[in-house]
């Protein structure tokens, strides 16, 4: 067992954890966080998707104690109340969703992506989404989506 | 209200649950006290169980139940009820479960599954199913006789034949003996998984009095309810199957699945609840798959491209089990020589046995497997008589007129397939396709294949739809068909709009689907739902319109033929300024006095497949389908002639869909099921070593399409209305993903000629070819 302190969506947590516990058991178990998604348990899939320290990270292979001192983002932070992110707006209007099961890894890949890219080609969303499966969509309206988003964010600073 | 409301891209119902997280699915789902299982699986192909010690994981604390094959005396299944819960005597494939254990937590179930003590004697195993049908193979059940059938299926026992489909047509001895050209060819496609992104995933929690409530990730609540009821010897009324989000299905969570495990689990933990998830590798092991297919195509030409005999056989590779593959054999063989007219036919096909993971459907139900021959072989055959691919297609393709090969006469309101092959030709320039502009050694290549399919199902599936009015004047609409993705409820909450002329965010599609509460659906599958439940959706939003008006006509003082319904009010026809408003009948109507008439509004509809016949055994003679969906894809490729390399440039595909209800969602279905078809064209494939074991059991080793990997695509929507359809709409949900393996092919043959008879297309398998061509 060890102590670790973190923030999740800007909240403090302080839990003891087991050496081997997974960070994606943790937030999904423990603190109920249930929006990031077990694909696959190896990395692979993308459904776990947090934001660690300002990069997307696949939750299901980090330990919770490498998550001491830092701050994550889940999807459940994403939205305040009735009002959701250009993200998420921009995964709405363009169709981007379809059983909904890879959606919020996907948009946390989005979001770790236009956090340090606002203006990202179809090369940089394929680079940066290419850890996230989606067997439905085909993934055609998720990088519309992405565009969108972009444009919007854009929008918004100007 | 003005705006036209069939047609247009309303946005999807629960979008907005789905993007912030909300979305519950079963996986997220947690009951108090509920226990976690975890089943022992079996190393071997197939091999006795000599003995199973559970002495030590039943001493482990933390753990409540541990069961085996001996303790679960139930056969359960679809169509042939061949499948055991846990493994009994015997194992027949690699991954099979051979016992479970329930415990306080996933470790502890872990933990007292390695305890499980499992002696085996191995047997021979048949992993080939051309060997499996050899008279000495080693048989995977030897009590086929014995195992209960629905009617239209017949096993052969002593032998791994779980179903034979014969099509007879016209005279294929006179055909072949008229025909200029024979031309023989055989092709082979291995066993695909799902990969939905949920994993399978279900809980019980078993009650006094043998009840049961399952929450469970399965597309058909119906289909679990019965198959448990008639697996377990329970009252249908005893269980309740709840399905909230559901995380992909593609098939794969048709019928039913682990839900009788953890029932048995339950029961044994004295009604603790007991939720079970699949992890990855072992939904890819332990998790049925689509079957592997190996055909045999014998066709007779004429010099002018004319078909005038077509001699078939498809040996299904169904795995351990077929409870549903049966289906899958009979239902590709009423579609088995593809879209086109044929005199003289004889099919034979064949769902066999191995010692292998099983089958069960996949979107497509058989049809992109049997698609991969028919329509390479229909570009082998142009090749051999130096025709054009389009232009043999266009010489034999289903016309107005056309007599299918179970003898269904095609009429006005069947689609186009000819027309979705003109439109695809047309947007990849077919005719164009010189490598000019190429560096050397580079070729391109130009591909068309068409397709078709119809509901797979029995001749009297049923569904039904209930409208119940709230106290604002909105209505609730409740189906047991799911949806898990397709996008049905946004469509069927259109339909509703549109008969009663309200808006659409209006009309709460109840999204949890609960047997307790909703009326029968028999499955959702099959791309019949937006067919069906539409149907039944229409005729319960007139039964809703029927009811306003009685209600209505009191007060407003005239007879129910002199209403009519317009921006959610009833309202006189000769006077449309005197009306009353859907909110103030929805409880009842009041009086202004306090007299009151009418009461809480409810109405419902229902709809059954129409004039579906069983097929002849020995002919294959009836009408199996309740709806033809026609489509056609064109794909440009760019060959590496040297290496075999190739790059996808382009794919056009066009449905004859009918009427799309939603056009954005009808994208969302071709572009969804176009990158599956390309997963499975390009990348996908089971591999088993010598002796059984499942190679490609991790995302690592089985790949499925990135974002990175997707090529131009370009939907065409083409509407022929269908006369019984919902605003003449089809569905749309599996064609998609048919023959994108064939139109690959196709191109890739266009482009260097090499002769591609095996999925899926790859480098090193065009390069062998390439190497064996010199």
């Given at each position: 067992?060890?102590?670790?302190?973190f923030?999740v969506?800007?909240?403090?947590?302080?839990?003891?954890?087991k050496d081997?516990?997974i960070?994606?058991?943790v937030?999904?178990?423990k603190?109920?966080?249930?929006?990031?998604?077990?694909?696959?348990?190896?990395?692979?899939?993308?459904?776990?998707?947090?934001?660690?320290?300002?990069?997307?990270?696949?939750?299901?292979i980090?330990?919770?104690?490498?998550?001491?001192g830092?701050?994550?983002?889940?999807?459940e932070?994403?939205?305040v109340?009735?009002?959701?992110?250009?993200?998420?707006?921009?995964f709405?209007?363009e169709?981007?969703?379809?059983?909904?099961?890879?959606?919020?890894?996907m948009?946390?890949?989005?979001?770790?992506?236009?956090?340090?890219?606002?203006?990202?080609?179809?090369?940089?969303?394929?680079?940066?989404?290419?850890g996230?499966?989606?067997?439905?969509?085909?993934?055609?309206?998720?990088?519309n989506?992405?565009?969108?988003?972009?444009?919007?964010?854009?929008?918004?600073?100007? | 209200?003005?705006?036209?409301?069939?047609g247009?891209?309303?946005?999807r119902?629960?979008?907005?649950?789905?993007?912030t997280?909300?979305?519950?699915?079963?996986?997220?789902?947690e009951?108090?006290?509920?226990?976690?299982?975890?089943?022992?699986?079996s190393?071997?192909?197939?091999?006795?169980?000599?003995?199973?010690?559970?002495?030590?994981a039943?001493?482990?604390?933390?753990?409540?139940?541990?069961?085996?094959?001996?303790?679960?005396?139930?056969?359960?299944?679809?169509?042939?009820?061949d499948?055991?819960?846990?493994a009994v005597?015997k194992?027949?494939?690699q991954?099979?479960?051979v016992?479970?254990?329930?415990?306080?937590?996933?470790?502890?179930?872990?933990?007292?599954?390695e305890?499980?003590?499992?002696?085996?004697?191995k047997?021979?195993?048949v992993l080939?199913?051309?060997?499996?049908?050899?008279?000495d193979?080693?048989l995977?059940?030897?009590?086929?006789?014995?195992?209960e059938?629905?009617?239209?299926?017949?096993?052969?026992?002593?032998?791994?034949?779980?179903?034979?489909?014969?099509?007879?047509?016209?005279?294929?001895?006179?055909?072949?003996a008229k025909?200029?050209?024979i031309?023989?060819?055989?092709?082979?496609?291995?066993?695909?998984?799902?990969?939905?992104?949920?994993?399978?995933?279900?809980?019980?929690?078993?009650?006094?009095?043998?009840?049961?409530?399952i929450?469970?990730?399965?597309?058909?609540?119906f289909?679990v309810?019965?198959?448990?009821?008639?697996?377990?010897?329970?009252?249908?009324e005893?269980?309740e199957v709840?399905?909230?989000?559901?995380?992909g299905?593609?098939?794969?969570?048709?019928?039913?699945?682990?839900?009788?495990?953890v029932?048995?689990?339950?029961?044994a933990?004295?009604?603790r609840?007991?939720?079970?998830v699949?992890?990855?590798?072992?939904?890819f092991?332990?998790?049925?798959?689509?079957?592997?297919?190996?055909?045999?195509?014998?066709?007779?030409v004429?010099?002018?491209?004319?078909?005038?005999?077509q001699?078939?056989?498809f040996?299904?590779?169904s795995?351990?089990?077929?409870?549903y593959g049966?289906?899958v054999?009979?239902?590709?063989?009423?579609?088995?020589?593809?879209?086109?007219?044929?005199?003289?036919?004889k099919?034979?096909?064949?769902?066999?046995?191995t010692?292998?993971i099983?089958?069960?459907?996949?979107?497509?139900f058989g049809?992109?497997?049997?698609?991969?021959?028919?329509?390479?072989?229909m570009d082998?055959v142009a090749?051999?008589?130096?025709?054009?691919?389009?232009?043999i297609?266009?010489k034999?393709?289903l016309d107005?007129?056309s007599?299918?090969?179970?003898?269904?006469?095609?009429?006005?309101?069947?689609?186009?397939?000819?027309e979705?092959?003109?439109?695809?030709?047309?947007?990849?320039?077919f005719?164009?396709?010189?490598?000019?502009?190429l560096?050397?050694?580079?070729?391109?290549?130009k591909g068309v294949?068409?397709?078709?399919?119809?509901?797979?199902?029995p001749?009297n599936?049923?569904t039904?739809?209930?409208?119940?009015f709230?106290?604002n004047?909105?209505?609730?609409?409740?189906?047991?068909?799911t949806?898990?993705?397709?996008?049905?409820?946004?469509?069927?909450?259109?339909?509703?709009?549109?008969q009663?002329?309200?808006p659409?965010?209006?009309?709460?599609?109840v999204?949890?689907?609960n047997?307790?509460?909703?009326?029968?659906?028999?499955?959702t599958?099959a791309?019949?739902?937006?067919?069906m439940?539409?149907n039944?959706?229409?005729?319960?939003?007139?039964d809703?319109?029927?009811?306003?008006?009685?209600?209505?006509?009191?007060?407003?003082?005239?007879s129910?033929?002199?209403l009519?319904?317009?921006?959610?009010k009833?309202?006189?026809?000769?006077?449309l300024?005197?009306?009353?408003?859907?909110?103030?009948?929805?409880?009842?109507?009041?009086?202004?006095?306090?007299?009151?008439?009418g009461g809480?509004?409810?109405?419902?509809?229902n709809?059954?497949?129409?004039?579906?016949?069983?097929?002849?055994?020995?002919?294959?003679?009836?009408l199996?389908?309740?709806?033809?969906?026609?489509?056609?894809?064109?794909?440009?490729?760019i060959?590496?002639?040297?290496?075999?390399?190739?790059e996808?440039?382009?794919?056009?595909s066009?449905?004859?869909?009918?009427?799309?209800?939603?056009?954005?969602?009808?994208?969302g279905q071709?572009?969804g099921?176009?990158?599956?078809?390309?997963g499975?064209?390009?990348?996908e494939?089971?591999?088993?070593s010598?002796?059984?074991?499942?190679?490609?059991?991790?995302f690592?080793?089985?790949?499925?399409?990135?974002?990175?990997?997707?090529?131009?695509?370009?939907?065409i929507?083409?509407?022929?209305?269908?006369?019984?359809?919902?605003?003449?709409?089809?569905?749309?949900a599996?064609?998609?993903?048919?023959?994108?393996?064939?139109?690959?092919?196709n191109?890739?043959?266009?482009?260097?000629?090499?002769k591609?008879?095996?999925?899926?297309?790859i480098p090193?398998?065009?390069?062998?070819?390439?190497?064996a061509?010199k």
């Open positions: 067992m060890k102590t670790i302190n923030t969506n800007g909240r403090n947590y302080k839990l003891d954890v081997n516990e960070l994606l058991d937030l999904r178990e603190l109920h966080f249930t929006g990031a998604k077990e694909g696959c348990g190896e990395g692979e899939c993308g459904a776990c998707t947090v934001i660690m320290d300002g990069k997307a990270v696949t939750s299901c980090i330990l919770a104690v490498e998550a001491d830092s701050d994550i983002e889940t999807i932070g994403q939205s109340g009735e009002e959701i992110s250009d993200i998420q707006e921009a709405i209007e169709n981007a969703i379809q059983c909904g099961f890879c959606t919020p890894g948009v946390m890949s989005t979001k770790a992506l236009l956090d340090r890219n606002p203006d990202p080609s179809d090369e940089d969303i394929d680079i940066a989404l290419s996230n499966i989606c067997r439905c969509t085909g993934y055609y309206s998720i990088r989506a992405v565009k969108r988003a972009a444009e919007k964010k854009g929008g918004s600073q100007s | 209200m003005t705006e036209e409301m069939i247009k891209s309303v946005k119902i629960k979008a907005l649950e789905k993007v997280g909300n979305a519950k699915f079963v996986h997220d789902i009951i108090q006290g509920m226990l976690h299982a975890k089943m022992k699986l190393p071997h192909a197939h091999a006795k169980i000599v003995n199973i010690d559970t002495t030590k039943k001493s482990l604390p933390g753990v409540w139940a541990v069961l085996t094959g001996k303790e679960l005396p139930y056969k359960v299944g679809l169509y042939l009820v499948k055991d819960i846990l005597n194992v027949r494939y991954g099979e479960p016992a479970a254990v329930a415990a306080e937590t996933k470790e502890i179930a872990e933990k007292a599954v305890l499980i003590e499992v002696e085996y004697k047997l021979d195993a080939d199913v051309q060997k499996a049908v050899e008279e193979a080693p995977v059940h030897e009590n086929l006789g014995e195992l059938s629905a009617p239209v299926f017949f096993p052969k026992p002593g032998t791994n034949i779980a179903h034979h489909t014969k099509i007879r047509k016209g005279d294929t001895e006179k055909g072949f025909a200029d050209h031309i023989e060819n055989e092709f082979t496609l291995p066993m695909v998984d799902h990969t939905a992104m949920e994993t399978h995933t279900s809980i019980a929690e078993w009650k006094p009095g043998r009840k049961v409530k929450w469970t990730s399965a597309q058909s609540p289909a309810r019965n198959l448990l009821a008639n697996g377990l010897h329970l009252n249908h005893d269980i709840i399905v909230p989000y559901v995380g299905g593609f098939g794969g969570k048709a019928g039913i699945h682990f839900e009788p495990l029932t048995c689990l339950s029961r933990a004295d009604g609840p007991v939720k079970i699949m992890s990855r590798e072992e939904e092991n332990s998790v049925p798959v689509r079957q592997g297919l190996y055909s045999r195509l014998k066709t007779g004429n010099d002018d491209g004319e078909i005038v005999a001699e078939t056989e040996l299904w590779d795995g351990a089990n077929a409870d049966v289906n054999t009979r239902a590709a063989a009423t579609a088995g020589v593809g879209p086109y007219e044929i005199k003289n036919v099919l034979d096909s064949k769902t066999v046995y010692n292998k099983f089958g069960t459907a996949y979107r497509g049809h992109l497997e049997i698609l991969w021959a028919i329509e390479r072989q082998l090749k051999e008589i130096g025709i054009s691919p389009y232009d297609r266009m034999n393709g107005v007129g007599v299918t090969i179970t003898g269904e006469h095609i009429g006005e309101s069947h689609g186009r397939v000819k979705c092959l003109r439109e695809v030709a047309k947007e990849i320039d005719e164009n396709r010189d490598s000019d502009d560096p050397e050694g580079k070729k391109r290549g294949a068409t397709l078709h399919k119809a509901p797979a199902m001749t599936t049923g039904a739809a209930f409208l119940k709230n106290e004047g909105t209505l609730n609409l409740t189906v047991s068909l949806d898990y993705g397709q996008g049905t409820y946004t469509a069927l909450a259109q339909i509703v709009a549109d009663l002329d309200m659409v965010d209006k009309v709460n599609v999204w949890e689907n047997t307790e509460t909703e009326p029968y659906d028999w499955q599958v791309s019949k739902g937006l067919f439940s539409g039944a959706v229409i005729k319960a939003s007139q809703m319109a029927q009811q306003l008006k009685e209600v209505a006509s009191e007060p407003l003082r005239c129910v033929e002199d009519v319904i317009e921006d959610e009833v309202k006189v026809r000769h006077h300024d005197k009306y009353i408003s859907f909110k103030e009948l929805a409880m009842g109507y009041t009086y202004e006095n306090g007299n009151a008439i809480p509004l409810v109405a419902r509809g709809y059954i497949a129409q004039g579906l016949t069983n097929l002849d055994p020995e002919t294959g003679q009836g199996p389908a309740l709806d033809w969906t026609y489509g056609a894809h064109g794909v440009e490729v060959v590496d002639e040297d290496t075999g390399e190739f996808v440039v382009k794919i056009a066009a449905f004859d869909v009918g009427k799309a209800i939603n056009k954005e969602n009808v994208i071709i572009q099921g176009v990158i599956q078809g390309y499975s064209a390009v990348m494939g089971y591999q088993f010598e002796d059984g074991r499942l190679l490609t059991n991790t690592t080793d089985y790949k499925v399409p990135s974002i990175a990997d997707i090529p131009e695509l370009k939907p929507i083409v509407e022929n209305a269908q006369e019984d359809g919902p605003y003449g709409a089809r569905g749309v599996e064609h998609p993903m048919l023959s994108i393996p064939s139109v690959i092919g191109a890739v043959q266009d482009a260097i000629g090499v591609i008879k095996e999925m899926p297309v090193e398998k065009i390069f062998e070819l390439i190497e061509n």
